[in-house]
């Protein structure tokens, strides 16, 4: 396939450097050449940088938009990238994607105008993160929640500590069939395990658990996090964007402080948040003192979310040491998550791993729903649609002989969600969550497509 991305900023530098691993034709343009530099000199990337502006048609020829498979446009510029992929489609591109920065055009009303544009996905990081951080703040005692089909399926990443009572037993005593859980990936330290039966849960770990909705309460109760008072009161540092669509999307129960710098961006930000449970303070989020007077002591959650990784990380660690037990931090540089993580900062917010996770299924080939990029394990979870007649339906799951580094944990037929043990027998038409390493879920592609489909097609629709 090939795919063309234009802007090589973080959230185009990380895309390329993820694609390029799936042994796809990927050319990344930008004016910078500082900028396409920093991918040459890592060397260990397959893809070709172009410098040229990402709105030049003749630019665009010469990247080779007009055999495009699939063109992505993610440079600073909303403007640009929407005016981009109009000429991209124009030229022959086959797929477009744009990020933007205004969350009118996210709309259901919209699709339709943009896809006469030709633009057929939009990307919007600010939004996805906001909702990440929502659902964290609504089950404060998990580390990620994802729920698949409406919540036919749900995953949980859980934080473990001296309370569990799953901890030191082979996964084949904990997950025996009719057990309502699967443990389908395990974080321990800087390492990820796809675990088989006789892996053991330690202290420590974050366990990635697939259930259902019945049992939330249930596994709740087995990892000791049953005490845990719910997020009520909340306070954020930094009142950017995704701190906008955080107070936007919060739950009515819940009351939001917001602590911004600028006063300019104070006063936009009464402008825009004109509910009562919401209240923005003027001052600095690292003054400790300002914290107390503002009752940081008195909060459930604290969320960091300023541009500056350091700070955010930083601001999550004082608020621990003053009793916050639930933090969130976004984390933009790649190379602090696992530190992030180690801190025991709870939630983990990367806008580019999030963009990447909505546009990543675009480039595999078989009809996959939804995937997701685990933002502290490398891990990829995908939702595959198993074809007719295709190899995952031709025998019982303990006989596929699946790669290592790659689990089931459960699949959606006729709307409900089952778990999948050795014995079960994926039907065409079941909708399958695959959990694997990073790198492998390209790998899939064979066991879910149709028989008599090519492997090297496209998707044929886009999720927002």
Request: aromatic share 6%; charged share 25%.
């Amino acid at each position: 396939m090939k795919i063309i991305i234009a802007g090589a900023g973080a959230v185009g530098t990380h895309l390329a450097a993820l694609l390029s691993k799936e042994n796809q034709d990927i050319v990344l343009i930008d004016e910078s050449p500082e900028k396409t530099a920093k991918l040459n000199n890592a060397g260990n990337y397959d893809l070709l940088t172009l410098n040229v502006p990402p709105t030049s048609i003749r630019g665009l020829k010469e990247a080779g938009v007009p055999h495009a498979d699939l063109f992505i446009a993610v440079t600073p510029e909303e403007t640009r990238n929407i005016t981009c992929c109009m000429l991209a489609h124009t030229l022959g591109a086959r797929k477009t994607v744009a990020r933007v920065d205004n969350s009118e055009y996210m709309q259901t009303q919209y699709q339709e105008f943009f896809a006469k544009m030709g633009i057929d996905s939009l990307i919007y990081p600010e939004s996805l993160a906001a909702q990440e951080i929502v659902e964290g703040l609504k089950r404060s005692w998990a580390r990620q929640y994802w729920e698949v089909h409406d919540g036919a399926l749900i995953m949980l990443g859980i934080k473990l500590r001296d309370r569990a009572n799953i901890l030191n037993a082979p996964l084949k005593e904990l997950c025996r069939p009719g057990t309502p859980y699967h443990i389908v990936a395990i974080k321990r330290g800087y390492n990820t395990i796809i675990p088989g039966g006789n892996d053991e849960l330690k202290l420590g770990d974050i366990a990635y658990f697939m259930t259902t909705k019945k049992y939330i309460s249930y596994i709740r109760e087995i990892v000791g996090k049953e005490t845990y008072a719910d997020v009520k009161n909340v306070m954020i540092m930094g009142g950017g964007r995704t701190s906008v669509h955080v107070a936007n999307l919060k739950p009515d129960y819940m009351t939001m402080k917001i602590i911004e710098q600028s006063e300019e961006r104070c006063l936009r930000l009464n402008e825009l948040l004109e509910d009562d449970d919401i209240r923005i303070v003027q001052g600095d989020g690292r003054d400790t003192g300002l914290l107390i007077d503002e009752g940081i002591r008195d909060m459930q959650a604290f969320a960091a979310l300023t541009p500056e990784t350091e700070t955010n990380i930083l601001a999550c660690l004082t608020a621990k040491r003053m009793g916050v037990r639930k933090t969130v931090a976004m984390v933009e540089n790649m190379d602090y998550i696992t530190m992030a993580e180690k801190l025991d900062i709870g939630t983990i917010i990367n806008k580019k791993m999030i963009a990447a996770s909505h546009i990543y299924q675009m480039m595999l080939d078989t009809d996959v729903a939804n995937v997701k990029c685990l933002t502290i394990a490398s891990a990829d979870v995908a939702e595959f649609i198993a074809g007719e007649g295709s190899l995952v339906t031709k025998s019982i799951v303990r006989d596929l002989r699946l790669p290592q580094g790659v689990t089931l944990g459960g699949l959606v037929r006729d709307g409900v969600g089952h778990l999948i043990y050795g014995n079960t027998q994926i039907q065409a038409g079941d909708s399958v969550v695959v959990f694997s390493m990073s790198s492998l879920i390209k790998n899939l592609e064979r066991y879910f497509c149709r028989s008599t489909s090519p492997i090297n097609r496209i998707i044929s629709s886009f999720s927002h």
